[in-house]
């Protein structure tokens, strides 16, 4: 965005008011309202508050070309399904890292459901498995980088058990999330800590250790 005391584009014959003030409120001169309205709201297609007085508020402001790129925080549910000294995990890759990462099943909690729902929904679409004894071990923030974009998570982290036990005895469990294949493994703590395998969230290690 350019300097708002510039010269106008348009040809308004004066220079136009000065907009920012040096604090959190973009401020209007008392003598033209409409003057703003006509050079810069009109001009620019900017979102701004409903006028009180002569203030606007400054974060209510934003560009139309980058209004629709902002980002939301997202708020999931992951589960580890200790058994002995393994979690269940899938792995994935980050190209732009080329580094492999594993992370423990789960999903995104949709508005109106629970944590406790929203993951006996996502194991039960993921791999088609119930699960029971679901205990809530606490909730952690997560500020990463993938592929080159910044994300940022609110993780609510989970143990549980499956209904059916015959799975804890099987390498790895087939599914699917969306429509991608899903492979989750059985993977021990010390293949973190010794062989060097990264777990993401990253800060998911010293969670699972301190409640080993």
């Known amino acids: 965005?350019?300097?708002?005391?510039?010269?106008?584009?348009g040809g308004l014959g004066e220079s136009p008011p000065r907009l920012f003030g040096s604090?959190?409120?973009i401020i209007a001169p008392h003598r033209s309202i409409d003057?703003?309205?006509?050079?810069?709201?009109?001009?620019?297609?900017?979102?701004?508050?409903?006028p009180r007085h002569s203030s606007f508020k400054k974060s209510n402001f934003c560009h139309p070309q980058t209004h629709h790129e902002t980002k939301k925080i997202r708020t999931l549910v992951l589960c580890l399904?200790?058994?002995?000294?393994?979690?269940?995990?899938?792995?994935?890759?980050?190209?732009?890292?080329?580094?492999?990462y594993y992370r423990p099943l789960g999903g995104g909690i949709e508005f109106g459901e629970t944590s406790r729902d929203a993951l006996i929904r996502e194991i039960r679409e993921e791999l088609?498995?119930?699960?029971?004894?679901?205990t809530w071990l606490g909730t952690l923030e997560n500020l990463f980088t993938l592929e080159g974009e910044p994300g940022h998570e609110i993780v609510l982290i989970y143990d549980a058990q499956f209904c059916d036990?015959?799975?804890?005895?099987?390498?790895?469990?087939?599914g699917s999330e969306?429509?991608?294949?899903?492979l989750a493994e059985w993977k021990s703590l010390s293949e973190f800590s010794n062989a060097g395998l990264r777990l993401?969230?990253?800060?998911?290690?010293?969670?699972v250790w301190g409640h080993s």
């Open 128 to 134: 088609g498995a119930e699960i029971e004894q679901l």
């Open 200 to 207: 993401v969230p990253d800060d998911l290690k010293d969670f």
């Open 35 to 50: 003057l703003l309205h006509k050079y810069f709201f009109q001009s620019m297609n900017c979102c701004v508050a409903t």
């Open 23 to 25: 604090d959190s409120h």
């Open 165 to 174: 036990r015959t799975l804890y005895n099987q390498p790895h469990l087939s």
């Open 1 to 9: 965005m350019g300097d708002a005391s510039s010269p106008a584009s």
């Open 81 to 100: 399904f200790r058994h002995q000294d393994r979690i269940l995990v899938s792995r994935d890759y980050d190209s732009v890292k080329q580094s492999d």
């Open 178 to 182: 969306g429509d991608k294949p899903l």
